[in-house]
């Protein structure tokens, strides 16, 4: 297997504008997290799916984040509108469980200006 | 605030020295795991530790778990160039929970 594949690696947008992130993960992984890493605030949980079902979006920063997972081998995080403090490394992550090793992937650096 | 602190934040030291760093909480983590970081890469899982007390070693790397389940600590032996990273722990806290990372320790070894 490839790993968990994310696209893009990098995205450069204008403030306002609409943002899709888009994710891979490993065949047969029941768990999918997205996080975001920042200097500021290291590296924060978003969102988690449990198969392709959203389980807990706590760490969602505002309604300008949605996250779907239509399936059991894709999953978008979308940001509209975005802000330039949107900027940041965006990973997606799969496991076959929670409690086990998680897989990044090289994540998306987004930058918002 | 952060539920797990690591410390030190940054750590510059030559090669073949000895280091440590230190995962700390006043939560209790049923189980713990140390991930590596280099540069444009994402995290890469070291260890998972569950026991309280529990000690795995990885070649130079040993890590500990606290015997309440509440820290943790990584040291590297003789260390070397290639273990510069960015070094991070991650705690659940209860089965079925997702992993809490730390604020992260940045290790750079010079040659």
């Known amino acids: 297997d490839a790993g968990v594949i994310q696209s893009p690696r990098h995205e450069v947008t204008e403030m306002g504008q609409e943002v899709t992130l888009r994710c891979k993960p490993i065949?047969?992984?029941?768990?999918l997290f997205w996080y975001r890493q920042t200097m500021m605030r290291g590296l924060e949980l978003l969102i988690y799916f449990n198969n392709n079902v959203p389980i807990d979006d706590s760490g969602m920063p505002e309604d300008r984040f949605s996250a779907k997972m239509p399936n059991a081998s894709f999953s978008t995080l979308k940001i509209q509108p975005s802000e330039p403090r949107d900027s940041a490394v965006y990973f997606c992550?799969?496991?076959?469980?929670?409690?086990?090793?998680?897989?990044f992937g090289q994540g998306t650096r987004l930058t918002v200006v | 605030t952060q539920l797990l602190e690591q410390s030190p934040q940054f750590l510059s030291i030559q090669e073949g020295e000895n280091l440590t760093v230190y995962c700390n909480s006043s939560?209790?983590?049923?189980?713990l795991q140390w991930y590596r970081q280099e540069p444009g890469e994402g995290p890469v899982l070291l260890v998972t530790v569950v026991t309280g007390g529990e000690v795995k070693k990885l070649k130079r790397l040993t890590f500990q778990f606290g015997d309440a389940r509440k820290d943790s600590s990584l040291h590297i032996t003789a260390a070397q160039p290639g273990d510069t990273g960015l070094y991070l722990c991650a705690g659940a806290r209860s089965a079925g929970n997702q992993f809490y990372f730390g604020t992260g320790t940045s290790l750079t070894v010079i040659p």
């Open positions: 992550a799969s496991s076959l469980g929670s409690y086990t090793e998680a897989f």
């Open positions: 065949s047969g992984h029941d768990y």
């Open positions: 939560s209790v983590f049923s189980s």
